[in-house]
């Protein structure tokens, strides 16, 4: 590591950092500053997971026992099938790794950094050595490094020394050599997933990826496993159970053979299909593909879900807390007005001539710069710079040349900053600003002024105004108090800086609404700011309005019984965000937070779902949330929402499909066995069934659009289980009507051709393909519970072609090919037989489309059991 100096003010306004072209040679280099990565699911290990599947085992056993009795073909046609299973399943499994991996890419801690003299905020896997990152309260530092400059910073770093106090961290000349270990006070080296808890610095970076202290111990951060959903709970229950009644059922059927009619072997083909029918091998399959998928759609709607399970629940939100800056306004604040607390005067902004400002407000605009960063970051902050550099420019008013001595921080007790001065005759000046009434504190104003002032600000705050108080002072000691009450200071005046409502959010407010879901908006601002923009964006009951003063003296009783009916909370700190969300916790809401500070993070982590800020939220939020919005707009948590209803929805549809199409499989395996017929299904009929069920409950029901009255419906319960008593027998009788009309035509087929082995084979050759087309409509009524079936045809499903056209065609595959037709044990197909078949199979349907007109005429719908 060579030698670096360290920085003072002035050097670092003329920071000019890496250019795009020498980080991009250093990323060529080093490589990407990440940890190295989980393997990635490679063909063999996929082929092993298969290997394990139940439905491969049973395959296998079925293809053995073919070449006991000699029967090469159906042993080599079933191995086949093996193969394309096995493509089937890698397909899958890459489709979920490609997204789970842009959803670690997305997910990765972001680092401001300088280069070309300007401020970059990217992913913290793109820092590459020797960047200049600029390090903020509550940042993850991206990599090892070396501080060139700091003020009041401190670092947690126990994450790699086990030591939970954090230490500070200041900048050294002359250092040079390798990076030491971590721990200690006062050193400059800062390193890689600490995290910042105080303070500002700007560091070089030294080591990235696993040349950093992070990547030599090897914690792999990068690959967080998560812990199995509670869907993912509930179906693999229901998985084993099924597979437990399957191996006993095919005993039975196996043993039932070999006593009542002496044939052992066709008995074990007999129940070795039945344990293949009843088999639902889909459940998991079709809960990891879609809850993967899911996050990865709504990242591509500038949605991150940082853990699979907040997926599955965004469904069932019933509340939304919301801050008011930056999701529900723009975050893009100007000066609007001002106010001279020495003549009492207001100034509107917008009526002064371009390039000038009356001379009263000068020193009001002055000292608001002066308590800001001389290249500031905070919107506030910037329009204070900005109307500035416009109407002040000329004047003895703006002193960039002045060293920064000392900052005070804005602290829990004191929602107040200052900022200590040395102007060029040595005297030092003190500006301050922050909430009025923080301001009025530090001036140790008389009970009369305060009111006074105060009607001033409410006059500011009723105009939708974020309101600031700023004062002055001067000091002339050396040695500077510790804190900002000794300092003497001057009530300036006011500043009311404007943000205005997302143009998005009314119409967002007013989806929620018809939704069944509360919003709630949480504000530092005054009760007249808050109830103004609650009127202008639809919030129900604007008028009430809780302050964080009233919330403050509230036992917990009482704050559960006000958030019943409270739906705006003003002038409330982060740590209070908490004692909401608990409250409406115990009140049995299901709720979402946002958050973007470090104060929020425990309020992020209570909620069901935390919402961070992607633009302006710190990492430990980021962290400590479940979703991270990458466009801090409040219409983008709305449309999570409905993405979640809506994989919720296919999910119970697919499953839907998937218990019905079983429930005629597994009756025709049972059939011959009470009737003493000769097997309607073999292991390769149910294989061939298998290549339609697979990609249509994966693929087909992933991809169909969401209802129309998706936002229209109260948010689910989320104690209701997905398998409820209602859609299991909703799929029982669509399984039953399929297998009594298949039955049918198999019996009334045997009675016309008789019961010969050609007869037999006529037969099993009308059920199957009646089966197919059943088959094919149970797909497109369960596309949709709350439309008619010709309605849900006319909206698109990019795969549903593929799966109903490769259906058709393997079905004639097998029917008309010589070859294909003796491995099914077909006979030839008339026309006539196939209208018959295809009448039947939609006959399968019919009832199931006349309860959806039914209940639509009523005014309700199937996608509410």
């Known amino acids: ?374 290249d500031p970051f905070d919107p506030m902050e910037k329009a204070l710079r900005e109307l500035g550099v416009k109407t002040l420019e000329h004047t003895e008013h703006l002193h960039d040349r002045w060293d920064l001595v000392e900052e005070y921080p804005l602290s829990r007790e004191l929602q107040a900053l200052s900022h200590v001065w040395k102007g060029d005759e040595g005297q030092y000046t003190v500006a301050s600003k922050g909430a009025p009434e923080s301001v009025f504190d530090l001036c140790h104003l008389e009970e009369t002024r305060k009111q006074e002032l105060s009607k001033a600000v409410e006059t500011l705050a009723s105009e939708e105004l974020r309101v600031l108080g700023v004062a002055r002072a001067k000091f002339k000691r050396e040695s500077l108090p510790g804190n900002q009450h000794d300092f003497h200071f001057e009530f300036l005046g006011l500043l009311g800086l404007a943000d205005p409502v997302r143009e998005t959010v009314p119409q967002a407010v007013k989806e929620c609404h018809e939704a069944g879901i509360r919003i709630i908006m949480i504000t530092g601002d005054y009760p007249s700011t808050a109830r103004t923009i609650g009127r202008t964006i639809g919030l129900s009951g604007p008028e009430h309005v809780m302050t964080g003063a009233q919330l403050a003296s509230m036992d917990e009783p009482a704050l559960c019984e006000a958030v019943k009916t409270t739906n705006i909370f003003a002038r409330v700190v982060p740590e209070q965000k908490l004692k909401i969300v608990n409250a409406l916790k115990a009140n049995g809401e299901i709720t979402a937070m946002t958050g973007d500070g470090v104060n929020d993070a425990p309020a992020l982590k209570a909620a069901h779902i935390g919402v961070a800020m992607g633009e302006r939220g710190t990492d430990v939020a980021r962290e400590a949330a479940g979703l991270v919005l990458v466009s801090d707009d409040f219409s983008n948590i709305v449309e999570a929402v409905r993405t979640g209803r809506k994989i919720y929805d296919n999910i119970r549809k697919a499953m839907a499909y998937i218990v019905s199409v079983h429930i005629p499989i597994a009756g025709l395996s049972l059939m011959p066995v009470f009737l003493g017929y000769p097997a309607i299904l073999f292991p390769v009929h149910i294989v061939f069934l298998e290549l339609i069920i697979d990609p249509t409950c994966t693929i087909v029901f992933e991809a169909e659009q969401e209802e129309p009255d998706i936002m229209r419906r109260r948010p689910r319960d989320p104690d209701k289980q997905l398998f409820s008593g209602k859609m299991l027998m909703l799929s029982f009788f669509q399984g039953l009507s399929s297998l009594l009309i298949v039955a049918a035509v198999y019996l009334i087929a045997v009675r016309h051709f008789g019961k010969s082995a050609e007869g037999f084979a006529e037969a099993r050759t009308l059920a199957f393909v009646t089966l197919i087309v059943s088959n094919l409509c149970l797909i497109l009524t369960n596309r949709s519970w709350t439309e008619s079936i010709f309605t849900s045809m006319r909206q698109e499903n990019k795969a549903l072609p593929y799966v109903a056209v490769g259906a058709a065609l393997l079905l004639l595959a097998v029917l008309y090919a010589p070859y294909l037709m003796s491995m099914f044990h077909f006979t030839y197909m008339h026309p006539s037989d196939f209208l018959l078949s295809i009448a039947a199979g939609v006959a399968t349907i019919a009832w199931f489309e006349l309860v959806k007109l039914s209940m639509r005429k009523r005014g309700g719908h199937l996608a509410q059991i």
């Open 1 to 374: 590591m060579r030698e670096m100096a360290v920085l003072n003010d002035t050097e670092l306004e003329k920071l000019q950092g890496l250019s795009e072209t020498e980080a991009a040679e250093r990323l060529g280099r080093d490589g990407y500053n990440e940890l190295e990565a989980d393997r990635k699911t490679s063909v063999f290990r996929i082929v092993l997971s298969v290997l394990h599947e139940p439905m491969f085992i049973l395959l296998v056993a079925c293809g053995t026992l073919y070449l006991v009795l000699g029967d090469l073909r159906e042993a080599s046609m079933l191995l086949f099938f093996v193969f394309v299973i096995m493509g089937i399943t890698i397909y899958q499994e890459n489709k979920t790794e490609k997204a789970l991996s842009a959803l670690r890419d997305l997910s990765s801690p972001r680092a401001l950094v300088i280069r070309n003299g300007q401020r970059r905020r990217i992913g913290g896997r793109e820092v590459v050595a020797d960047d200049l990152v600029i390090l903020s309260e509550g940042d993850r530092v991206p990599a090892d490094g070396r501080l060139l400059w700091s003020r009041n910073l401190s670092i947690d770093e126990s994450l790699l020394t086990g030591e939970s106090v954090p230490v500070s961290k200041s900048p050294a000349e002359g250092v040079s050599g390798e990076m030491p270990r971590p721990g200690g006070d006062d050193t400059p080296f800062v390193f890689s997933g600490t995290l910042v808890v105080q303070g500002q610095g700007i560091c070089r970076i030294v080591c990235t990826g696993v040349r950093t202290e992070m990547g030599k111990i090897g914690h792999a951060l990068s690959s967080i496993r998560e812990e199995p959903t509670s869907l993912q709970k509930e179906t693999g229950g229901v998985v084993k159970k099924v597979f437990a009644g399957a191996i006993v059922l095919c005993g039975a059927v196996i043993v039932g053979y070999g006593l009542a009619r002496g044939q052992w072997v066709n008995g074990l083909l007999a129940g070795i299909t039945l344990a293949m029918a009843l088999l639902p091998e889909e459940f998991p399959v079709v809960l990891t593909i879609f809850l993967a998928l899911g996050a990865w759609k709504l990242s591509r709607k500038k949605v991150l879900a940082r853990r699979i399970a907040t997926v599955e629940t965004l469904g069932a939100a019933t509340v939304l807390c919301v801050d008011k800056t930056g999701t529900l306004t723009e975050n893009k604040m100007t000066l609007r007005r001002l106010y001279d607390a020495k003549s009492g005067l207001f100034l509107d902004v917008k009526k002064t001539s371009p390039g000038s400002l009356p001379e009263e407000f000068h020193t009001l605009v002055e000292y608001g710069i002066l308590a800001s960063k001389k």
